[in-house]
Structures are given as C-alpha cells and as structure tokens.
C-alpha cells in the first residue's frame, strides 16, 4: 500500500471535513457571536462528544483495531466477522444504557461540566436541555466508531474520514434555515448534532455491507460476553479508558475554569480550537488514521524493521508539516481569525480574544500532532499502560500551568497548558518508544532540523511583514478582498518555505513511503 497515497486520500477527505467545519464555525459566529448561550452550546455539545472520545473513537478504537487486525490476518473473515457481532452488540447496549442515563441526569452532569453557567442567567437550564437533546450522538457515534475501526482496518479510508463532514452539513442547514424560526435560535444548533449523528450513521452500512462486515445486534447478550475476542477488548479497554479519560478529565477542569471567566470564554476557546483542528485533522488524525491498522499488521507479522520504519515516516512528515502550521497560525492570529469570523455578531473583542487563544494553541501544536503519531506505537503493540502512566503525569502538570497561567493571560492560559501538557506528552511518549527499542529511527535528524529552522524563520518573517501592512478589522466592510489578502500571504508563504527547502535539497521521494 502506498502510504502518500493513502495519506493523500484521507487528507483530502478530512480537508473537506475541516473546510465546511470553518464554514459551520463562520455561520454560528456570524448568528450567535460568543456570549453566554454560545457557552451553554459549546459545553452542552461538549459533554457527549467528550463520552464518544472516551468510550468509542478513543478507548474503543484503541482496544478494538490491533486485536481486530490480529483476527483479520491470522483467524480467517468466519471468525473476524464473530468478533465484530459480539462487540456491536455489547457496545451498543452499553451505550444505549449510557445515553438514558445521561439525559435523566443532565442537570448534574452540567452543573459538574461548568459550574459558572449557574450565574450567566438562564444559560444554565439552556445548557441542560440541549444536553438532553443531544446525548443520544453518543450512541449513533458508538456505531460510526465500530464501523471506522473495521473499515480502516480493510484499509477503506474515504467513508470513514469523509463522515464527519455530514455533522457540518447539519450544522450548516440548521444555522441557516432552523434557527431564524424557533423562539431560542440556540436550540437549532443541538438539533442538528443528532440530526448529523443518525446521517454519519446512515452512510456506514453500505460500506460495511460491501466488505461483508454489518454487524448483526443481538438481543442476548450471554454469548458476547463469552466470547474471548471480545473479553480481550474490555480488557484491553478498561485502561484505554483510563488513558483517554486523563485528557477529558483535563477538558473537564479547563472547560469549569472558563465558566468562571469573562462570558464568551468558552466560546473564544472553542472558536480557536476549531481553527486548530484543520492542521491536527489535516495532519495528525489523518496520519493517526493510516499508521495504526499499518503498525497493527506490522506487529501482527513481527516485522520490527517496518514497524520503526513506519514511525519515522510520519514523524518526519509531521514535523515537515506541522511546524510551518503552528508559525502561521500563531504570526496570521490576527487576519485568520478576523477572516474568518469577524462577521455579525462576532465583534472586535471576540476577534482579539480568540486570537490570543489561537496564539497560545499555536505554541503547541506540534506536540498535539505528535501524540496522535507516537501513541498508536504502543496502541499496536496492544501496549496501553505506559501511555496511561504519561498522561497521569501531564494531567497534573497540565493543571500546574493553568495556575501559573489562567491568572496571567486568562482563557488563553487554558489553551497554552494544553499545548504545552501535549508537547510533554510526546516528549515522554518518543523517550518510552526509543527506550524499549520499539523506534529505532534513521539517521540525518540534526541538518533535517538545522534546514527546517532556517526555512521556519523565512515564512515566519514573510508572513509578520506582509501582513502588517493591512488593518484587518477595517477590512470587514470588503471580506472578499480581506479573504483575497489572506489567501495571497499564505500563498506566498508557502512558496516562501518550501521553496526554501527545495533549495536546501528536500525531496519529496526522501519522504516516500510504501507498505504491504
């Protein structure tokens, strides 16, 4: 399997996610701007993407994929397809008992998410509703997450990365054609949360039906629980759960720190982070997506020499890739995201406030990529402790730097202890790889920095100049030319950086990589 290929595939599909994501973000800023009810919707919509990433896209991919390729290559479809059967039917029973629970108890689970919205008005009994209205997402992304798991693993990777953009869409009809008729326009947002789940869902079962891979739910629940296979998944979940918990548990403190702050908080925060997401999915998700299934048949055929090689390949990559997108976003802060959102009921104080936080994001980018590189090292090896030990420890430095930040920079300390908390991360994650021989990387790493450095600082410098000579906030009576502008300085900068590295003699052939 050609890698660049694929990678190229999956990229595409997760720019498209990304693309109409900014488009979806532009429509709610433009309607909603950033203020107390935008807060409710970011955490009420916060609460059950934050259970789908703990038990489905993260700890459940985490335990399911390495063990589902072990049956793939080595037990034969009669048995893989047994193993799939018996772990649709308990999670989704589970998660079905999980969503009942939820929207019973909303109000607690709120109050815990985000004690500061109790004195925002009633931003608190809106937040608790929409909860309720979206908890069942958790259940429709239960099965789009079982569905990814066996697709990527079948190497088909277009439905899968292409999913997400049907949520957007949804997003997208709601802000524009719901909202303007309901008497709490706010409301229309969560609608379209469930209304994109049931589509992400609708779209997998003819791509599972094709490879012969739709899982039959059964009622009786005995045989499941029997299954070897699938006591080796809880098993293996139960510290992926604890693994992944770590992060949200972190997401839980900085989301109830910034309920406590300036209204509109929250929304900066999620605002920036959206922006943040089109480098990360680009990059980090993407190359995530196609080196665990890989890693997972390297380990499974004890091939150590492509395990490590696999490695290398997408740390170099993402090192090549992600650093010049952390330098513009940090240097561009300004013109992004004034280009982007500076439309409405979005103002100038929004505008300065999700900048800031794009800055702080910016500074740690590289490491939120890495992780999503070097965890699924372990993850393949069906090694999921030492990750949980990391992440324990960046839990608590992570918090550390909220109290030396939060009261220096406000909301965008919440965002500089995460990046900071995820450059930590993979700092301890690369040293465990290297350590117990599982990495062995190739040599030529000095100059390969010593040149990227260099071309760093030429887009770094292209970038503050060009864009200085502009005022971006005065240019919102003509977007069209400020987004012309912007797209111009990009362009720029990117023919800057890589035709510095071209220069300095980079390759893309140097970055080649194929695998069986």
């Not at 800023?29 to 955490?43: E, K, L, P, Q």
């Not at 009809?173 to 049931?198: E, M, N, T």
């Not at 490695?311 to 561009?332: C, T």
Request: hydrophobic content about 55%.
């Amino acid at each position: 399997m050609n890698l660049h290929k694929t990678l190229a595939t999956v990229s595409g599909m997760t720019m498209l996610s990304r693309v109409t994501g900014l488009i979806r973000e532009f429509l709610i800023a433009r309607a909603f701007g950033a203020s107390a009810y935008t807060d409710a919707f970011f955490i009420a919509f916060r609460i059950p993407n934050l259970l789908r990433r703990l038990f489905a896209e993260g700890a459940f991919s985490q335990a399911f994929v390495p063990i589902l390729a072990e049956y793939k290559y080595q037990k034969g479809e009669a048995a893989t397809k047994t193993l799939v059967d018996h772990v649709a039917t308990i999670l989704i029973w589970s998660l079905l008992g999980t969503c009942l629970l939820g929207i019973l108890g909303a109000p607690v689970i709120v109050y815990f998410i985000a004690t500061g919205l109790k004195s925002s008005g009633d931003a608190f009994e809106v937040a608790v509703s929409m909860t309720r209205i979206m908890f069942p997402y958790i259940g429709f992304m239960s099965f789009v997450a079982l569905s990814g798991g066996i697709l990527n693993t079948w190497r088909e990777f277009k439905i899968p990365a292409f999913t997400p953009v049907l949520l957007n869409l949804s997003f997208i009809a709601a802000a524009l054609f719901l909202a303007p008729y309901l008497q709490q326009p706010i409301y229309a947002l969560a609608i379209a949360v469930v209304a994109g789940g049931l589509l992400q869902m609708a779209i997998q079962v003819p791509a599972l039906m094709k490879i012969g891979m739709l899982p039959r739910i059964s009622w009786n629940l005995r045989p499941s629980l029997q299954d070897a296979g699938v006591r080796r998944v809880i098993k293996q979940m139960i510290p992926a759960t604890f693994a992944v918990s770590i992060a949200q548990i972190s997401l839980i403190i900085n989301t109830n720190i910034a309920s406590h702050l300036q209204d509109g908080s929250v929304s900066w925060l999620s605002y920036a982070d959206r922006l943040m997401e089109l480098p990360t999915g680009l990059l980090g998700v993407a190359l995530g997506t196609v080196l665990l299934p890989s890693l997972s048949k390297a380990h499974a055929d004890g091939n150590t020499a492509e395990y490590s090689a696999l490695l290398d390949w997408g740390l170099r990559l993402s090192f090549l890739l992600a650093m010049p997108a952390a330098v513009a976003l940090a240097v561009l802060s300004e013109p992004i995201t004034t280009t982007l959102f500076h439309y409405g009921k979005f103002d100038t104080l929004s505008v300065a406030m999700t900048a800031k936080a794009l800055i702080a994001y910016g500074v740690g980018l590289i490491g939120l990529i890495l992780v999503k590189i070097l965890a699924p090292g372990f993850y393949a090896k069906q090694d999921i402790k030492t990750p949980v030990k990391i992440g324990i420890v960046v839990l608590f430095l992570t918090q550390a730097m909220n109290a030396l930040f939060v009261p220096w920079i406000a909301h965008a300390g919440l965002a500089l202890s995460i990046g900071l908390g995820a450059c930590v991360n993979a700092t301890f994650l690369y040293r465990g790889l290297k350590r117990r021989g599982i990495y062995q990387s190739r040599g030529g790493w000095g100059i390969f920095f010593v040149k990227l450095a260099l071309a760093l600082c030429l887009l770094a410098g292209i970038a503050y100049w060009s864009a200085s000579h502009f005022q971006w906030v005065a240019l919102q009576a003509t977007p069209f030319w400020r987004v012309g502008i912007l797209l111009g300085i990009i362009g720029i900068c990117m023919i800057g950086y890589f035709g510095a590295l071209f220069a300095m003699g980079f390759r893309l052939k140097d970055f080649k990589r194929i695998s069986g």
